[in-house]
């Protein structure tokens, strides 16, 4: 009797130890704290969802104890009639505790979620609810300086033009995209006239927006087709500022053609992939510190309401644990506008380069720098118009 005594004694008291065993005892598996993520694409698009796709995974690998869980091609096309605050039920009840949406479109819905979820984390890639106060307090904004990337990428096509003529596929019209675009045209700009001391009149800067990030047959006009006619009519180097590879795919074709063609694609590190005799390089976000953050910042308890636009690392710019945005050169790119290329960054990084600097005009005349007047960083974020020497069209109406 006194064995069974002791032995019932025990196994009531290691059940105990079981259920009340602190963290990291190993006596008890702790949950997982679960992150959702919305994709506005395919996790594998080869650029904006699949970067942020790579960002969630560098979390679980640097994050013990993280678990993503994740929702791909959240857009009007391929799920009509499903909201944001839907999904973000579903993930809720999943287990996540965090939740990324990674589009300016998802704003509304976002905001709408994190109302009806307060004590669920919510992280909105490239809104401004925090800046112009309509965020709750649950609700942060994070978006990488890409400004920094485009001029970048707007440097190498200018070194590397053989007709002055470089095209920029855009996606739908908004702030973001116009300043972004208008970034890539000053460094492009800049390389023209400083570095290669050409006249600005014989640079041509055409943006031709298909209406969304990527192609949505019968609703969008088509990428394919709009870098196909950019390549038709003179413009030897495409910028792309969609979400998917078609310039890098329509210029190989062209390339194999026999057309001395070039293009820069957007948002992915690994973009140039398979189109290496015309990629130039491409400016690409690495979303993992910035999560990484965020989400230490909610397990920990420590959770603030912020707009955080992050800039690159200028120590370096391709490290991938410290900074939001890089430029991988292309193998394209030759060795001249490369050693070009790495002394504009060393001047943008040092603060000696300052393209967001007066005077600069819109594209109707209206000042938007005055002489000698920097930019803040409201200015940049709520661009009115593209810039003066610009062609395309600067809104929607």
């Not at 070194?159 to 970034?183: D, F, V």
């Not at 045209?185 to 600005?200: C, H, I, N, R, T």
Request: charged letters at 20%; aromatic letters at 12%.
């Amino acid at each position: 009797m006194a064995k069974k005594a002791f032995w019932g004694l025990a196994i009531a008291c290691f059940l105990i130890t079981a259920v009340f065993a602190t963290p990291g005892s190993g006596l008890a598996a702790e949950k997982p704290f679960t992150f959702g993520l919305l994709l506005v694409g395919p996790y594998n698009d080869h650029g904006w969802s699949q970067a942020h796709f790579d960002g969630g995974k560098y979390v679980e690998a640097k994050v013990a104890g993280t678990k993503m869980i994740y929702i791909d091609k959240v857009n009007p096309a391929d799920r009509p009639g499903v909201t944001i605050p839907q999904l973000v039920d579903d993930m809720v009840e999943k287990g996540a505790k965090l939740i990324i949406a990674n589009s300016d479109d998802m704003k509304d819905g976002t905001r709408e979620a994190a109302m009806q979820h307060p004590d669920i984390y919510f992280l909105h890639i490239s809104g401004d609810d925090v800046l112009t106060g309509k965020a709750p307090k649950n609700v942060s904004n994070l978006m990488g300086r890409m400004e920094y990337g485009k001029m970048m990428a707007g440097f190498a096509a200018a070194m590397t033009t053989q007709t002055g003529k470089i095209g920029y596929l855009g996606p739908l019209i908004n702030e973001e995209t116009r300043r972004l675009s208008s970034s890539a045209f000053l460094g492009a700009k800049y390389a023209w006239e400083k570095v290669l001391k050409k006249d600005p009149k014989d640079l041509k800067f055409q943006v031709t927006w298909i209406g969304f990030w990527f192609n949505i047959p019968g609703v969008t006009a088509d990428p394919t087709q709009v870098a196909q006619n950019f390549f038709n009519t003179g413009y030897d180097v495409v910028i792309s500022g969609i979400d998917t590879t078609e310039a890098v795919v329509v210029a190989r074709q062209k390339k194999q053609e026999g057309k001395n063609v070039w293009a820069i694609p957007y948002d992915y590190l690994g973009a140039c992939q398979g189109a290496s005799e015309v990629c130039l390089g491409v400016p690409y976000f690495n979303w993992g510190p910035g999560y990484v953050k965020f989400i230490k910042a909610a397990m920990s308890g420590k959770w603030k309401s912020q707009w955080d636009w992050q800039g690159p690392d200028w120590k370096d710019i391709n490290n991938p644990d410290t900074s939001a945005v890089g430029f991988a050169a292309g193998p394209a790119l030759s060795a001249s506008a490369g050693k070009a290329l790495d002394a504009f960054i060393s001047g943008l990084g040092s603060g000696k380069i300052n393209l967001f600097k007066g005077p600069l005009n819109y594209q109707d005349g209206k000042p938007f720098l005055k002489a000698g007047q920097t930019a803040s960083d409201q200015q940049i974020w709520y661009m009115e118009q593209l810039l003066e020497g610009m062609g395309g069209q600067s809104s929607a109406k």
